[in-house]
Protein backbone atom coordinates (compact mmCIF):
# COMPACT_ATOMS: atom_id res chain seq x y z
CA UNK A 1 0.00 0.00 0.00
CA UNK A 2 1.39 3.45 -1.15
CA UNK A 3 0.35 6.74 0.83
CA UNK A 4 0.87 9.30 -2.07
CA UNK A 5 -0.40 12.80 0.21
CA UNK A 6 -3.71 12.45 2.14
CA UNK A 7 -4.78 9.71 -0.37
CA UNK A 8 -3.94 5.98 0.46
CA UNK A 9 -3.46 4.17 -2.96
CA UNK A 10 -4.71 0.71 -2.67
CA UNK A 11 -2.98 -2.22 -4.84
CA UNK A 12 -7.16 -2.36 -6.72
CA UNK A 13 -6.56 1.39 -7.41
CA UNK A 14 -2.72 0.52 -9.13
CA UNK A 15 -4.06 -2.31 -11.08
CA UNK A 16 -7.65 -0.13 -12.49
CA UNK A 17 -4.39 2.74 -13.50
CA UNK A 18 -2.63 0.18 -15.29
CA UNK A 19 -6.19 -1.03 -17.04
CA UNK A 20 -7.53 2.18 -17.56
CA UNK A 21 -7.08 5.72 -19.43
CA UNK A 22 -8.35 9.09 -17.82
CA UNK A 23 -9.33 11.38 -20.69
CA UNK A 24 -9.96 15.12 -20.06
CA UNK A 25 -11.38 17.14 -23.18
CA UNK A 26 -8.68 17.69 -25.06
CA UNK A 27 -6.71 20.96 -25.28
CA UNK A 28 -7.61 21.75 -28.77
CA UNK A 29 -11.14 22.87 -27.26
CA UNK A 30 -9.34 24.23 -24.06
CA UNK A 31 -7.31 27.07 -26.27
CA UNK A 32 -10.51 27.73 -29.01
CA UNK A 33 -13.44 28.23 -26.10
CA UNK A 34 -10.94 30.35 -24.32
CA UNK A 35 -9.52 32.47 -27.21
CA UNK A 36 -13.11 33.04 -28.75
CA UNK A 37 -15.69 32.99 -25.85
CA UNK A 38 -17.73 30.89 -27.87
CA UNK A 39 -18.34 27.82 -27.80
CA UNK A 40 -19.86 24.94 -30.43
CA UNK A 41 -23.88 25.74 -29.53
CA UNK A 42 -23.87 29.69 -30.13
CA UNK A 43 -22.87 30.69 -26.52
CA UNK A 44 -21.65 33.51 -26.04
CA UNK A 45 -19.15 33.42 -22.55
CA UNK A 46 -17.30 35.14 -20.35
CA UNK A 47 -14.97 34.58 -17.51
CA UNK A 48 -15.68 34.16 -14.23
CA UNK A 49 -14.25 34.68 -10.61
CA UNK A 50 -14.28 31.10 -8.40
CA UNK A 51 -16.50 32.16 -5.33
CA UNK A 52 -16.15 28.19 -3.95
CA UNK A 53 -13.78 25.00 -4.24
CA UNK A 54 -15.33 22.47 -5.98
CA UNK A 55 -15.76 23.38 -9.44
CA UNK A 56 -14.16 20.77 -11.31
CA UNK A 57 -11.72 22.28 -14.77
CA UNK A 58 -12.43 19.61 -16.94
CA UNK A 59 -8.92 19.99 -18.84
CA UNK A 60 -6.78 19.57 -15.66
CA UNK A 61 -8.93 17.60 -13.84
CA UNK A 62 -8.58 19.23 -10.73
CA UNK A 63 -10.88 21.25 -8.61
CA UNK A 64 -11.11 25.35 -8.75
CA UNK A 65 -10.22 27.24 -5.44
CA UNK A 66 -12.16 30.29 -4.69
CA UNK A 67 -10.14 33.59 -6.98
CA UNK A 68 -9.50 31.09 -10.11
CA UNK A 69 -10.39 32.48 -13.29
CA UNK A 70 -13.22 29.57 -14.78
CA UNK A 71 -15.39 29.74 -18.29
CA UNK A 72 -18.53 28.27 -18.19
CA UNK A 73 -19.81 26.22 -21.85
CA UNK A 74 -21.79 23.87 -23.39
CA UNK A 75 -19.64 20.66 -24.35
CA UNK A 76 -20.90 17.15 -26.36
CA UNK A 77 -18.54 14.66 -25.27
CA UNK A 78 -19.21 12.40 -27.71
CA UNK A 79 -17.87 11.75 -31.81
CA UNK A 80 -20.43 10.59 -33.02
CA UNK A 81 -24.32 11.54 -32.73
CA UNK A 82 -27.45 9.52 -31.60
CA UNK A 83 -30.19 10.72 -28.77
CA UNK A 84 -27.91 9.74 -26.10
CA UNK A 85 -24.94 12.31 -27.28
CA UNK A 86 -26.15 14.54 -24.75
CA UNK A 87 -24.98 17.97 -24.52
CA UNK A 88 -24.02 20.05 -20.87
CA UNK A 89 -22.96 22.68 -19.01
CA UNK A 90 -18.83 22.29 -17.76
CA UNK A 91 -16.06 24.49 -16.53
CA UNK A 92 -12.38 25.01 -17.22
CA UNK A 93 -10.05 27.26 -16.11
CA UNK A 94 -10.16 30.64 -18.27
CA UNK A 95 -6.40 30.53 -18.10
CA UNK A 96 -3.82 28.05 -19.01
CA UNK A 97 -3.84 24.46 -17.95
CA UNK A 98 -2.39 21.18 -18.16
CA UNK A 99 -4.40 18.39 -19.37
CA UNK A 100 -4.57 15.46 -17.00
CA UNK A 101 -2.04 12.27 -18.06
CA UNK A 102 -4.70 9.78 -18.83
CA UNK A 103 -1.86 6.96 -17.96
CA UNK A 104 -1.30 8.06 -13.77
CA UNK A 105 -4.60 6.38 -12.80
CA UNK A 106 -7.86 8.10 -11.27
CA UNK A 107 -8.12 11.88 -10.93
CA UNK A 108 -7.07 12.22 -7.30
CA UNK A 109 -9.50 15.12 -6.93
CA UNK A 110 -12.56 12.75 -7.97
CA UNK A 111 -11.60 10.18 -5.40
CA UNK A 112 -13.64 12.30 -2.81
CA UNK A 113 -16.95 12.35 -4.73
CA UNK A 114 -19.80 9.98 -5.36
CA UNK A 115 -19.84 9.66 -9.39
CA UNK A 116 -22.33 8.36 -12.13
CA UNK A 117 -20.32 6.25 -14.50
CA UNK A 118 -22.47 5.60 -17.56
CA UNK A 119 -20.83 2.74 -20.06
CA UNK A 120 -21.82 3.48 -24.04
CA UNK A 121 -21.14 1.24 -27.01
CA UNK A 122 -21.84 1.96 -30.59
CA UNK A 123 -25.86 0.84 -32.32
CA UNK A 124 -25.05 -1.43 -35.69
CA UNK A 125 -25.68 2.19 -37.40
CA UNK A 126 -22.90 3.70 -35.65
CA UNK A 127 -24.94 5.65 -33.50
CA UNK A 128 -23.98 6.03 -29.44
CA UNK A 129 -25.93 3.83 -27.57
CA UNK A 130 -25.94 3.87 -23.53
CA UNK A 131 -25.18 -0.35 -22.41
CA UNK A 132 -24.98 0.46 -18.60
CA UNK A 133 -24.67 2.32 -15.65
CA UNK A 134 -24.06 2.72 -12.10
CA UNK A 135 -23.36 4.75 -9.16
CA UNK A 136 -19.78 4.90 -7.74
CA UNK A 137 -19.23 5.64 -3.65
CA UNK A 138 -16.21 8.04 -3.36
CA UNK A 139 -12.93 6.26 -3.88
CA UNK A 140 -14.80 3.06 -5.02
CA UNK A 141 -14.71 3.71 -8.91
CA UNK A 142 -12.26 1.11 -9.70
CA UNK A 143 -14.72 -1.59 -8.32
CA UNK A 144 -17.33 0.11 -11.04
CA UNK A 145 -15.31 0.40 -14.07
CA UNK A 146 -13.99 -3.16 -13.77
CA UNK A 147 -17.60 -4.46 -13.65
CA UNK A 148 -18.59 -2.00 -16.70
CA UNK A 149 -15.86 -3.23 -19.27
CA UNK A 150 -16.07 -6.92 -18.28
CA UNK A 151 -18.98 -6.14 -21.35
CA UNK A 152 -17.44 -6.75 -24.47
CA UNK A 153 -19.67 -4.13 -25.96
CA UNK A 154 -18.68 -1.67 -23.85
CA UNK A 155 -16.40 0.96 -25.78
CA UNK A 156 -16.04 3.88 -22.81
CA UNK A 157 -17.43 5.20 -20.07
CA UNK A 158 -18.16 8.63 -18.80
CA UNK A 159 -17.95 9.69 -15.60
CA UNK A 160 -20.51 12.32 -14.20
CA UNK A 161 -21.42 14.56 -11.36
CA UNK A 162 -23.80 12.53 -9.69
CA UNK A 163 -26.50 14.56 -8.30
CA UNK A 164 -26.12 17.35 -10.95
CA UNK A 165 -25.43 15.13 -13.45
CA UNK A 166 -22.66 17.17 -15.76
CA UNK A 167 -20.17 15.16 -17.51
CA UNK A 168 -16.41 14.96 -15.79
CA UNK A 169 -14.37 12.83 -17.90
CA UNK A 170 -14.04 9.83 -20.09
CA UNK A 171 -12.89 6.41 -19.47
CA UNK A 172 -11.20 4.00 -21.80
CA UNK A 173 -9.31 0.43 -21.54
CA UNK A 174 -5.45 0.97 -21.83
CA UNK A 175 -5.81 -1.22 -25.13
CA UNK A 176 -8.23 0.94 -26.59
CA UNK A 177 -6.71 2.38 -30.12
CA UNK A 178 -8.74 5.96 -29.73
CA UNK A 179 -8.27 7.46 -26.37
CA UNK A 180 -8.44 10.84 -27.29
CA UNK A 181 -11.99 11.84 -26.64
ZN1 LIG B 1 -7.61 23.43 -15.47
Redesign the pocket.
Known sequence: MIVSGKRVVTPSDEAAAQRFRYAAIPTEVAQRIRSTLRDDFRNELRVWISDAEGNP?R??L?MTRPGDRLILFAYRPFATSGPYAETGPIF??ADA?ARYDGRSGFPEDFTVRALTLRAYGNTERGDISIVDAEVSQPGCASQGLTRLFAAERVQFVHARNQAWGCYDFRIDRATAINIAT
Request: net charge positive; proline share 0%.
Open positions: CHCRIHC
